[in-house]
């Protein structure tokens, strides 16, 4: 069984490295604040103080943090991923980042002996917690292979993209189409309650036609509830907003649309709600029109 080092015992980190755990792998984790990682050691794993020591005692590391800075600084910053990996080693980013980001990370991975593959998810906390996220995987044909059950104790679907830095494209075209998605239904629901009609009786109509989407219906109700316990908190929605004008940007792909739904979640940071669930978008509209 290989032995799997984990960095990033986040919302989607932690439950993603004990589904890897409870497969049987021998894991080892690090995390930048400590107390995180306090369960893992209480049940005996090991807990690494730093990504190099980390890595030097493993055969696959796992990478799940917040942004290309967090990934760039424990893959190449002090004490970092590459100071103790062992040639062969593959590692593998899960968080979402820009396609620069993750093809620089392939790069330094590689020129110090290593192997990478690119492996955002798309799913939020509960399916991270049961296992059932869809993990968009890129590399070599070999390296995804020789990782993918690994992927399959986190994931219920392997979707295939293509080489490093496809799946990091895929996962922002799918967090461009949810932004868009979330900011919609909030404006949808505005007018639904500025008509004066019934908000449940919206999300039924929605549910009944083409429309039907199970994202509506979930986080539909959550906004009509104003329930807003974080999932997917605004502040990485709007980064991922960035990654995506960011990136589309740099192909003259114009995405006026995203530009405006990056916008709305900016207002609603500027609110108070950055560390709230992505449904706290309503929150922009519900001020805005009382
Ligand atoms: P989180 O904020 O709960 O955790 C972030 C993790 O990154 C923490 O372990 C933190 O210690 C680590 N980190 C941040 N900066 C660091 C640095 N400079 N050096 C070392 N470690 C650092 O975030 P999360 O919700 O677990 O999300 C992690 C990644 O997964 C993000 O890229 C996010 O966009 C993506 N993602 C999140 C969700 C979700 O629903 N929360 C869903 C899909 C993808």
Known sequence: MQSIGFI???NMGAPMAWNIHKAGYRLSVYN??????QPFRD???????T?????ADADVVVIMVTDPAALH???AGTDGVVDGLKAGTTVINMSTVSPDASLEAAGIVQEHGGRFVDAPVSGTVKPAEEGTLVVLAGGAREDLEAVAPLLETMGRQVVYCGGIGDATRMKLVLNLLLGG???????????????GLDGAAILNAVAAGPLGAPLYAMKGEAMLAGRFASQFPVELMFKDMNLVLQAAGQLAVPLPATAAVRESFNAARALGYGDEDMAAVIQVFNKLSG
């Open 32 to 37: 930048r604040t400590p107390a995180r990682a």
């Open 73 to 75: 600084g424990v893959i």
């Open 43 to 49: 049940a005996g794993m090991e807990v690494a103080a």
């Open 181 to 195: 998605m979330m900011e919609l239904l909030a404006e949808a629901l505005a007018l639904g309650k500025g008509f």
């Open 8 to 10: 990033g015992l986040g």
């Open 51 to 55: 990504p190099a020591a980390l890595a």
